[in-house]
């Protein structure tokens, strides 16, 4: 392949846009070898500083990998079996000095499983395990999760995480080529997730108060009959729902979301360790709103537990659907929750993390501002940082061992032209070197 005649704008970003959109649509497989810098360099008529900046830029996303003189090298894509948008989140490559790419909590900030597991082991005998029959959420922990709800819940059942309740929800609520409005930006995973169910993504914007009424409306108007937002650490902008929001919020679905009316699925997936209070549109509409409260980024993504609120018809349909498959989330995890949501040292621990977040969250910022770049702090643990070239800050950050994760699959739009770029910042996991880093974030998003 003559690699110089598909390009056409011969910038680093335009080069490596074209290069990954070859290798996406087959034409360049893995394994094969891209033109040396210098070669591609003289076809294109450009220095080799852009070509080798465009190289850069495709490893650092694991597209590519240098091995020296044997040249530029057509990776795998990362691991097969993850949906497009979660590939497009993986990282491939050497390890980075500092991570903060992942999204995922921070492990020392976690409670410790071992007590916990102790004391439900010693207290439950085998045969408490092995009913198929019995309801599946355990008393204590819906009692627990009641006495925290933020509405009152028709029904409250638990799954296998915030994704798994965002799908069987959309799967009883959307038929096929139903529109959803999703957060733009919002989480790539549930553009894959409604992508995979044949629904159609509507955009809408997010500002730092969360999801926008009037791009809701238009949503709605545009025929939109299930909202997916995020009411506190929306990822990857870390806006929190005021009270006041959640109501305009409210008003827009009563009113442009009848006939049939509009559901709202709230994926509260940081809520223990969210320094915001509570906001739910189920305060105004309790009949349209299904809640689902994550304990994956407090408690350990292995957990696999996220419990789920909302009103009956929705929930009694999805829980009949999980009997025909997985049937209930094991109710020894549920009674490891129970126990992790009462005890003190636990309870301790996540207050601890919470904490911790909210201080490296505003410890950053205060840092970035010192360097020349003003940018509010968000809550949990995402930074969406504002570049200038995500590309070139991508390549910046990888020559300096930080990894990012890049700003475009958290899109669910086109971007208007020139309107810059973004990463995502783990901030949940910088632990030290607080000025270093935010030292190099700035020349990376500022150049």
Known sequence: MKLAAHIEDRSPRGIAATVARLVRSGELRAGDRLPTVRELAVDLAVSPATVSGAWQALSAVGLVVSRGRAGTFVLPEPAGWLPPRYRDLATDGPPARLDLSSGTPD???????????ARVSARTTAAETGTYLAPPTIETLERLLRSTWPFPPQRVTVVDGALDAIGRTLEQVAGFGARVALEDPGFPPVFDLVEQLGLERVPVPVDRHGMDPAGLADALRAGARVVVLQPRAQNPTGASLTATRARELAVVVRQWGADPPALVIED?????????????????????VVHVRSFSKSHGPDLRIAAVGGPAAVLDRLVARRMLGPGWTSRLLQRVLVDLLTDGAALEAVADARRAYFARQRALCVALALHGLHVPPGDGINLWLPVRDEAVALVRLDAAGIRVARGAPFFAGP??????????????????????VAHVLALAALG
């Open 268 to 288: 509260d997936h940081s809520s223990e360790i969210a320094t915001a209070r509570t906001v739910s549109l189920g305060t105004f509409l309790p009949d349209r």
């Open 415 to 436: 971007r208007a032209e020139g309107s810059g770029g973004h990463v995502r910042v783990t901030v949940g996991m910088l632990r030290g070197d607080v000025d270093a």
């Open 107 to 117: 492990p020392e900030l976690l409670p410790a499983l071992a007590p916990a597991l």
